[in-house]
C-alpha cells in the first residue's frame, strides 16, 4: 500500500554536498510529521531530521547547520539538503513518517539510499 522511495544518495568525498528526495505513494505527507533516518554499519538507525506538519524541523546535534529537511507537500516529497558531509555521514539513508499523534503511525521502511563519505 504505502510505499516509500529514497533516492540522491552517492559516493561523495569529504566537504561535498548532497540532496536526497523521498517520495511517497499510497500516503499523504501533507499530514504526517516525515523524518529522514540512517543507519550506519554496525549501529542502530538513528533519526536524523524530522519536519513537523506546521514546517517546524528538528535536527539531530551532529547534522544541524549542515542539513537542511523540507517538503513540497504538492509532489507528496521530502528532501534532504546535506552539505559539508564528513565520513561519519556514511550510512544508508531512509525516510518514514513521524509518530506525533495517537492515531499516527510509520511505516514499512523502504530500501534507502546509500551515501558515502570519503575522507
Known amino acids: 500500500q504505502v510505499q516509500l522511495v529514497e533516492t540522491g544518495g552517492g559516493l561523495v568525498q569529504s566537504g561535498g554536498s548532497l540532496r536526497l528526495s523521498c517520495a511517497a505513494s499510497g500516503i499523504n505527507f501533507t499530514f504526517n510529521a516525515v523524518g529522514w533516518y540512517r543507519q550506519a554499519p554496525g549501529k542502530e538507525r538513528e533519526s536524523v531530521a524530522t519536519i513537523l506538519i506546521n514546517g517546524k524541523t528538528n535536527y539531530r546535534d551532529s547534522v544541524k547547520g549542515r542539513f537542511t529537511i523540507s517538503r513540497d507537500n504538492a509532489k507528496n516529497t521530502v528532501y534532504l539538503q546535506m552539505n559539508s558531509l564528513k565520513p561519519e555521514d556514511t550510512a544508508v539513508y531512509y525516510c518514514?513518517?513521524?509518530?506525533?499523534?495517537?492515531?499516527?503511525?510509520?511505516?514499512?521502511w523502504g530500501k534507502g539510499t546509500l551515501v558515502t563519505v570519503s575522507s
Open positions: 518514514n513518517t513521524v509518530k506525533t499523534t495517537f492515531a499516527g503511525r510509520m511505516y514499512d
